[in-house]
């Protein structure tokens, strides 16, 4: 097999104790300028008559410069080779401990300098590989750091001290075939037609125009991946982008599903930017691994079907425009069926009547009806051309039926057994169709008719129940879903106690950071639209951290202006000593009761803070109206939705090293006063602003068998006790 370029820069960099950190910077510099003449990647030119392509280089730098190159290419040229397969691993970052293992023994080091490297190797290995030589490992700085930490020096076998000095030898021989960790991929560095494509997202951005820098980071992973792949960027496929998510898991990158889906996303967007973009159409990826539950996106959709749309909007969310992205809701429909899945409609049910949507359902309704319209095209076989062609049971059950078909297929991905159809994300879809139905005067039967499927699906229906009004429907105690049961679950596992400080920690860090920038610059105009929002941040988490309210009443805080008729519910007081009040009317609580809530000290500093200083330069980038009331404001005179703080709250959260959003929020800062408190029950009731002391004995049900087993084991201990003080009273009292 003909040795490549990619193979030579791969040798280069497993001898450099032999050549020298010079030498291999200037023989990488010429392999890649020969490639770049080529017009390809260095994967895809040969290596033969390297030294005459190195001809071309004479006329173009310096005599001195180009014998200097020149003595270290034949040095390199001079080398025994090294294992095809090794070199093409090294070059696409895929070695692995083994591999590193075989490049100490290709070091021409004394038997006194390999022993010790060897050992600590061996024992690494023989620690951490399923396989016991380490293919199984990857030779990758990132991913090893993150194995090494799991180790104590008992696991190696070795004294305390002995344990810092095997880790240096094995990140050594780590190094020694983690070509992309020493060195990052540069715009110079690339060739063929993904050097010219980057080249005109850098000359669209000096055209007067708004730059496309945003959009080069996010497609950069996907270029170092082509690179040193050898993969054009004409040839890139959906198959490219899984290989690519694979990768980034492999070298441990953070978030690496969400690196892979904006590579997807800033693919499209340049291919609307500039012209000479591949036209290869991307699947959009989603966290399942399975592909993209449409086949026609809601803007391919028929117009006239798209304009119906928006007067069904403007009718009945008044001045709202915003209607939600194209797969905003779990991502559960396909385009085949599979006759190794169950179909939800085998077992045959009562139909019971059901309950409308929630005003907050708009965004996640247009998701629906786009999956109603691709099974009506795609399934059934007719183009809708307005709302009313897809309001049938027909429809609703092909699109219900697609659904659960892709739970299942979900499902059995992951190892796990088969859902059952009755579930929030099912019931969700016949609720938006009975919801639009009633909304646009559709026939009773009809709504009736899709009342049978909502509790079909429902997951907490038990049965009926006679009342004095007629029938009621029963449901199960409500509890902690699943999701936020996991989230809270990681503050008791190994190394919760980390994430709960972190969790306690995040608004001071975000606030202490954006006081220090502040106090940098001299101005909130020199601030980013990133320090703003963790500003905005550090605020809502402050005030949440004390007081569990609702998000909605977060985005609805109001410090209140002059004419504008809404009152202030938030006051913040000027002495420092003072505390922040927040006063709810009936209204603007679930429960329908007001409420009063007493903020923290640190979280009324926050407010004042955030007041003098971020809102004013936030209602100035946002084109507030000057007599916006809202804590938060946003363009004109609205507030900005709770949905973007939760995004913020969960970023932020990630960062700093835990799992939350804002209304698991609520439920850890009850738990945490349970699990100090059993008996607080009352209290908990009360701040979470729950009408029935039921629903929150049902959400911390676990909470009350604690306080069953305490109070049982305190009882226990009081009756031991007492049988221990009868006991010495009788030997006292016994004759001797």
């Known amino acids: 097999m003909t040795a490549s370029l990619a193979d030579l820069i791969a040798t280069a960099h497993v001898h450099r104790h032999q050549l020298g950190d010079r030498a291999v910077n200037n023989v990488r510099k010429v392999l890649l300028h020969i490639a770049e003449t080529r017009g390809a990647l260095p994967a895809e030119v040969t290596a033969t008559d390297v030294l005459n392509a190195h001809e071309t280089r004479k006329e173009a730098i310096s005599p001195k410069q180009f014998r200097e190159e020149r003595t270290h290419l034949e040095r390199l040229l001079d080398l025994d080779p090294i294992p095809d ?73 070795v004294a305390k001290a002995s344990a810092a000095t095997i880790t240096s030898h094995v990140r050594g021989a780590v190094a020694l075939v983690d070509l992309n960790s020493q060195q990052r991929l540069q715009k110079s560095m690339l060739t063929g037609d993904w050097a010219a494509l980057v080249a005109e997202i850098r000359s669209y951005s000096t055209g007067g125009r708004r730059g496309l820098g945003h959009f080069e980071a996010k497609i950069w992973p996907l270029v170092e991946y082509c690179f040193r792949h050898g993969i054009p960027a004409a040839n890139v496929s959906d198959d490219t982008i899984q290989e690519l998510w694979t990768d980034l898991e ?42 993209s539950p449409h086949s026609t996106f809601f803007q391919h959709l028929p117009d006239d079907l798209k304009a119906d749309w928006a007067a069904y909007v403007e009718a009945n969310f008044g001045d709202r425009t915003q209607t939600g992205s194209d797969v905003d809701l779990t991502a559960l429909v ?37 999956y109603a319209a691709n099974a009506a095209i795609h399934d059934i076989g007719f183009m809708p051309h307005c709302l009313t062609d897809l309001l049938n049971e027909r429809v609703l059950r092909r ?27 099912l019931k969700f879809t016949v609720s938006v169709f009975k919801a639009i139905a009633t909304d646009l005067g559709l026939p009773d039967d009809l709504v009736a008719a899709f009342d049978g499927y909502y509790d079909r699906f429902h997951p907490d229906v038990t049965g009926w129940k006679r009342t004095k009004d007629g029938h009621k429907r029963t449901f199960r105690k409500q509890r902690i879903g699943p999701r936020h049961a996991r989230m809270l679950d990681q503050f008791v596992q190994q190394g919760g106690d980390a994430k709960l400080l972190a969790w306690w920690r995040l608004p001071e860090g975000l606030l202490g950071h954006v006081r220090k920038r502040l106090s940098a610059v001299g101005d909130p105009a ?20 004390g007081n569990p309210l609702r998000r909605e009443n977060i985005a609805e805080l109001r410090i209140g202006a002059p004419g504008t008729g809404l009152e202030p519910n938030l006051r913040i007081p000027e002495d420092p000593k003072g505390h922040a009040r927040i006063w709810l009317s009936a209204t603007e609580v679930k429960n329908q009761r007001e409420t009063t809530v007493i903020v923290t000290q640190f979280a009324t500093e926050a407010l004042r803070f955030y007041r003098d ?35 913020d ?88």
């Open 250 to 291: 492999k070298r441990k990158v953070a978030r690496p599903f969400e690196t892979a889906r904006a590579t997807i996303y800033a693919w499209e967007a340049l291919q609307s930017k500039i012209p000479t973009w591949p036209a290869t159409k991307l699947n959009r990826i989603h966290a399942d691994g399975l592909s």
């Open 85 to 157: 397969a090794l070199a093409d691993r090294v070059f696409k970052g895929e070695a692995t401990l083994a591999d590193a293992w075989t490049a100490l023994e290709l070091q021409p080091w004394a038997e006194s300098a390999l022993r010790p490297r060897r050992s600590a190797l061996k024992k690494v290995i023989h620690t951490l590989s399923m396989s016991r030589d380490g293919r199984d490992l990857p030779a990758n700085m990132k991913a090893l750091e993150s194995r090494l930490k799991t180790l104590r020096h008992t696991d190696l076998g």
């Open 399 to 425: 699109t219900l039926s697609r659904q659960y078909l892709r739970q299942q297929q979900r499902a059995h991905a992951k190892g796990e057994a088969r859902p059952s159809k009755r579930n929030s994300t």
């Open 613 to 647: 200083w971020i809102r004013p330069e936030v209602m100035r980038r946002r084109g507030s109206d000057p007599q916006n009331p809202y804590l938060f404001p946003t363009a004109g005179m609205t507030e900005r939705p709770h949905t973007k703080h939760a995004r």
């Open 649 to 736: 709250y969960h970023n932020r959260a990630w960062q700093a090293g835990f799992w939350l959003d804002l209304h698991a929020n609520r439920h850890l800062t009850a738990k945490l006063v349970l699990d100090q408190d059993p008996s607080a029950m009352d209290i908990v009731q009360k701040v979470l602003g729950h009408t029935k002391k039921e629903t929150t004995e049902a959400y911390y049900a676990e909470i009350n068998d604690l306080l069953a087993q305490k109070t049982f084991q305190e009882l226990l201990g009081a009756f031991t006790a007492d049988l221990a003080d009868a006991l010495r009273l009788n030997l006292q009292k016994a004759p001797s």
């Open 334 to 370: 396909v385009s085949a069926t599979d006759s190794e899945y169950v179909d939800p409609f085998a077992d045959t049910e009562p139909a019971l009547p059901g309950r409308l949507r929630s005003k907050e359902s708009e965004p996640n309704m247009r998701t629906v009806m786009t």
């Open 526 to 545: 020199l601030l980013s639209d990133k320090e703003l929002n963790d500003a905005n941040t550090a605020v809502v988490a402050g005030i949440l951290r």
